[in-house]
């Protein structure tokens, strides 16, 4: 047992140390092996970061490039940008500049539509003027009428307090004349002004009134300051020797103070004494003259008052006196001015009464005198702008005027006509032959029924007007104008106020009267032989009136 | 018929007038009323009468 412990022991040591240095060759080739795996983790961490890096240096160079190109496309755009602006902006000013002329091209075209609408209008106005001259033809005075107005006129001008009457002035009234009277007044009293210095005197003295000068001893009270006593004089040289007198003994000190105060004593009593009565003395007189001057002051208030009261009455009396003859004054001019007033107007009254009843008989009557001044002074007028000659003959006896009527030209109707269009647009258009030759009948005709109306209004005793017309023409083989007429027509007063003028062409109001007239279909009026025409006249029968409407 | 003119245009006189006679009733025209009495000719004498009778009472 023993000798097997000896080599178990060696054993064991030398396995020990096999197994030690087993041991430690596994810590070696483990360190070694730990060194190369550190080693290989070193790498791989370096290769790591290289490719790491090689990795964000390509993402960097990306990212740049990226930017770059970022960069140039935003440059681009904004390039872009600027173009696409700058076109728009070309864009806008090309439509803006399209727009103004198409604006002042619609502007022309309407200033020029404007124009043709005038021109048109023009054109209308004047053929109208022209052809429908027989369309001014308003109201024929009857007899019954003109009679039945001069009996108004008498029973008017006999009442005259009558209302709504033909003399429209209105009859001067009291108010009227005293209105007129008071702006002559003011004129004259000048009582505004006076009135206006009342006022300013009441305020005067409504300030006296209203104001009192304070008295002042309510303000200045009693004098106050108390009379000095000896023991306050005492007591003041104490004060005064103890700020004066300082010695080392004060057994000395208190007998130097001592000796300074009875010292004076008396002679400082007795001066703050009479300080104190001079004081009390001025303040005395100073509240007697502060009274007196109040006093004073009290009464120079009062004489401003009495003066103050004294104009106060003196304007009131005034104003009262100019009110007083101001009143007298409108009265009595009143009644002047409304008497002048009213025989003035019954002045006026008369005339217009006396001048209407001359003119209304004048009309009743037709004498031959007045109708022939009255024609006379009718033509020509602005009414027309045709140009005609009036020429009359006046046969009291039959109550019949003959007219002879010197008519325009054709070649003064107007030119043009208005036309309408298949689309219903008015153009303008020359007239053909028939259109001038129908027109100018119209003319002729038209003027001859405004000749006769405005000659039936002169006297209601016209009871016919018959009218030859003529004009000038030039022969057929001579190059002289002669006189040639071209129709007859015969108005009667009865179916001439019958006839409603605006219905009808002139052309066609013919027909109600007895005529003669050579005109072709196409309105060629011929000259008539006034030898024969007046017998053709009379075998005319006329259309009636009354069986048309 | 009487082939007698019932109407004379005699024409102006040494005075400047102008004499129309009808029915032989001599009338005394300036020269307007002349010249429209010459117009006038062919109508009817009743109508002649009253225009030169207008006419005197115009010249009156």
């Known amino acids: ?73 935003r440059i681009k755009q904004e390039e872009m940008a600027e173009k696409r602006a700058a076109r728009e902006q070309a864009k806008a000013l090309r439509d803006e500049e399209r727009e103004r002329v198409k604006a002042a091209k619609l502007q022309a075209k309407l200033e020029k539509q404007q124009q043709i609408e005038d021109e048109i209008a023009e054109i209308e106005s004047e053929n109208n003027n022209w052809t429908n001259a027989h369309r001014l033809i308003d109201h024929i005075d009857l007899v019954e ?36 009277a008071q702006a002559e007044a003011r004129n004259i009293y000048d009582t505004w002004n006076a009135q206006i210095e009342l006022k300013q005197a009441e305020e005067r003295f409504r300030r006296f009134v209203d104001f009192n000068v304070p008295e002042p001893s309510t303000d200045i009270s009693d004098f106050n300051v108390p009379e000095p006593t000896r023991g306050q004089a005492y ?56 009274h007196a001057d ?18 106060l009455q003196a304007k009131r009396a005034q104003f009262e006196k100019k009110s007083k003859d101001q009143a007298e004054y409108i009265e009595q001019r009143t009644e002047t001015i409304l008497d002048k007033s009213i025989a003035k107007w019954k002045d006026e009254r008369n005339d217009f009464y006396s001048q209407l009843r001359d003119n209304l008989q004048d009309n009743i009557n037709g004498d031959k005198d007045f109708v022939i001044t009255a024609v006379d002074d ?22 019949k005027v003959f007219v002879d009527l010197d008519l325009p030209e054709i070649e003064d109707i107007p030119q043009q006509k208005i036309a309408l269009t298949p689309s219903g647009k008015k ?46 023409r030039k022969g057929e083989n001579s190059a002289l104008a002669t006189d040639q007429y071209v129709f007859l027509v015969d108005f009667t007063r009865g179916v001439f106020s019958e006839i409603d003028f605006q219905k009808f062409s002139s052309l066609e109001v013919m027909d109600f009267f007895k005529h003669h007239y050579n005109m072709t279909k196409t309105f060629d009026l011929k000259e008539i032989d006034l030898s024969t025409a007046y017998s053709k006249m009379e075998s005319f029968t006329p259309a009636e009136y009354s069986e048309i409407n | 018929m009487n082939n007698t003119p019932i109407i004379e245009m005699v024409g ?12 032989g009733i001599p009338y005394n025209l300036d020269e307007a009323q002349y010249k429209a009495i010459n117009r006038k000719k062919d109508m009817p004498i009743s109508r002649l009468i009253i225009w030169l009778q207008s006419y005197a009472d115009e010249n009156v």
């Not at chain 2, 400047?16 to 029915?23: D, E, F």
Request: with cysteine; hydrophobic share 35%.
């Open chain 1, 1 to 73: 047992m023993g000798r097997k412990k000896g080599p178990n022991i060696g054993k064991a040591l030398n396995s020990i140390f096999k197994t030690m240095g087993k041991m430690a060759r596994a810590a070696a080739a483990a360190e070694k092996k730990r060194q190369r795996e550190a080693i290989r983790e070193e790498n791989r961490r370096i290769n790591t970061i290289n490719r790491l890096a090689a990795q964000h240096e390509r993402e960097m160079n990306r990212f740049y490039a990226q930017a770059e190109r970022e960069r140039v496309r």
């Open chain 1, 145 to 180: 009428e003109v009679t039945t107005i001069l009996e108004k006129c008498n029973t008017e001008q006999q009442d005259i307090d009558a209302e709504n009457t033909m003399f429209d002035k209105p009859k001067p009234t009291k108010y009227d004349a005293e209105n007129q």
């Open chain 2, 12 to 23: 102006q006189q040494p005075d400047g007038r102008y004499i129309v006679i009808l029915n």
């Open chain 1, 294 to 311: 109040w006093e004073k002051e009290k009464s120079e208030y009062e004489v401003l008052k009495t003066n103050a009261n004294d104009e």
């Open chain 1, 378 to 399: 009718l033509f020509p007028n602005d009414d027309l702008e045709m140009e005609y000659f009036v020429d009359i003959a006046y046969d009291y006896e039959s109550s």
């Open chain 1, 427 to 472: 153009s303008i258009r020359q007239k053909t032959q028939t259109d001038l030759r129908g027109d100018y009948v119209n003319c002729i005709f038209g003027l001859a029924m405004y000749v006769a109306y405005n000659i039936f209004n002169v006297s209601v005793k016209i009871s016919e007007i018959e009218i030859s017309g003529y004009t000038q």
């Open chain 1, 235 to 290: 007591a003041m040289l104490v004060k005064e020797a103890e700020s004066k007198i300082s010695t080392f003994f004060p057994w000395k000190q208190n007998r130097l103070r001592k000796e300074y105060v009875s010292e004076r004593l008396n002679s400082f009593f007795d001066n703050i004494h009479d300080e104190w009565e001079k004081l009390k003395a001025e303040y005395e007189n100073h509240k007697l003259q502060v």
